[in-house]
């Protein structure tokens, strides 16, 4: 149930708040901008509630420390921007390899390298692809407004534990940066499962538990990946999350997520103005992506080709390629280096695809 009441507050703010009514206790981080804020709310509450809060001397520290905590059992949370979640992947990978239920924050800037500040989505290869080494995935939701990010953040919670993998929140600079009102649960909504295999003692067992990703031989190994493929292929089932708005009669469907989503509505409203039916696809996990629901829409007769936004230099789009499988053209905007695409941008490029879809179409 939702309080009537909402607060004004900023949404890195909101992520720490979120991940304290999901039950977090744990939190191990290092600051970088733009995603301090978090630490800052993390800092101060985990005092006044007996949780543990540590500033690690680095970003590698703070995933070993995420390691730790979350074979013990625990909710456990950490959150960084670009460069930081890049220090961070052996670490994810070990986690991903120990099957421990965790959570990251990645407010991305712009890059490579140490980039700028800015809000980016450049990202999206290292959240969606793995990133660290070996086969694995992690769960990657990227809200699009503060409001999902409480929303998000708390069921964030639930699929790491539900899955004992690492689940990702992908938001960007912007996202993070901005203040909107927010309505709090009276409940929250958490489903935390007993956890059986954490090392946290023996419990009347009579034996430790062993929390490892190293399996030295062979078959014993590629049997521990199977078992994850298997359970990644439950989650690409049943954990698909999009938002579908007007593809039922739309010309041209756009596809964007978060920050690029939320500018793309007025240009669905523009472009109505201007007699060319718009739809918009949103993803809200960007891994599993909703690949089924583009590839219905693609077969849709009155659909002409699609229109991928983002803040990079074109990362999803191949997704959507994938997906959409040479049903209809696929075209990209991008900006990048922190910049936001502006509304009239994004109409122009509408109405040259309605004049000629198949005109600088991706291959």
């Known amino acids: 149930m939702m309080a009537q009441k909402k607060v004004l507050m900023k949404g890195n703010e909101v992520i ?4 304290l009514r999901a039950g977090c206790r744990n939190y191990f981080g290092y600051p970088i901008t733009p995603q301090t804020e978090v630490m800052h ?16 001397e680095s970003e590698v520290a703070a995933i070993n420390m995420v390691y730790g905590a979350a074979a013990a059992g625990f909710r456990v949370m950490t959150s960084s921007s670009s460069p930081g979640i890049s220090l961070k992947q052996e670490g994810i990978s070990y986690i991903a390899g120990a099957e421990l239920p965790a959570v990251a924050v990645n407010i991305v800037r ?19 692809k793995g990133g660290g080494h070996g086969d694995f995935r992690n769960i990657v939701i990227a809200p699009a407004s503060v409001q999902e990010l409480y929303e998000l953040t708390v069921e964030a919670f639930n699929l790491a534990d539900k899955y004992r993998m690492l689940c990702m929140i992908l ?25 059986p295999w954490a090392a946290c003692g023996r419990g009347g067992r009579a034996e430790h538990n062993t929390v490892t990703s190293i399996y030295i031989q062979p078959d014993d ?62 993803p809200i996990t960007l891994w599993p992506f909703p690949k089924q629901i583009i590839r219905d829409t693609a077969a849709l007769p009155n659909v002409k080709a699609f229109l991928d936004i983002e803040l990079s230099a074109g990362q999803m789009v191949e997704d959507v390629q ?31 695809i309605h004049e000629n879809p198949e005109k600088e179409a991706l291959d």
Do not use: W
């Open 110 to 128: 712009a890059g490579p390298g140490l980039g700028g500040i800015q809000p980016s989505q450049g990202d999206y290869f290292q959240a969606c």
């Open 171 to 195: 938001g960007d600079g912007t996202l993070g940066q901005m203040m909107e009102p927010v309505a709090f649960r009276d409940v929250e909504p958490i489903v935390e499962p007993e956890k």
């Open 322 to 352: 994938i997906a959409v499988r040479g049903q209809k053209p696929v075209h990209f905007y991008g900006r990048m280096g922190g910049n936001l695409p502006m509304q009239k941008e994004i109409l122009d490029k509408i109405v040259a």
């Open 221 to 282: 190994l590629e049997r521990k990946n199977q078992e994850l493929v298997d359970k990644y292929k439950i989650i690409e089932r049943d954990e698909v999350r999009y938002e579908a708005i007007g593809i039922e009669d739309a010309e041209i469907v756009i596809v964007a997520f978060s920050t690029c989503s939320r500018i793309c509505r007025n240009v669905i409203r523009q472009a109505a103005e201007l007699g060319i039916k718009v739809g918009m696809i949103r």
């Open 41 to 56: 709310y993390m800092a101060k509450k985990m005092v006044q509630i007996g949780g543990n809060f540590v500033q690690a």
């Open 16 to 19: 720490a708040e979120a991940a």
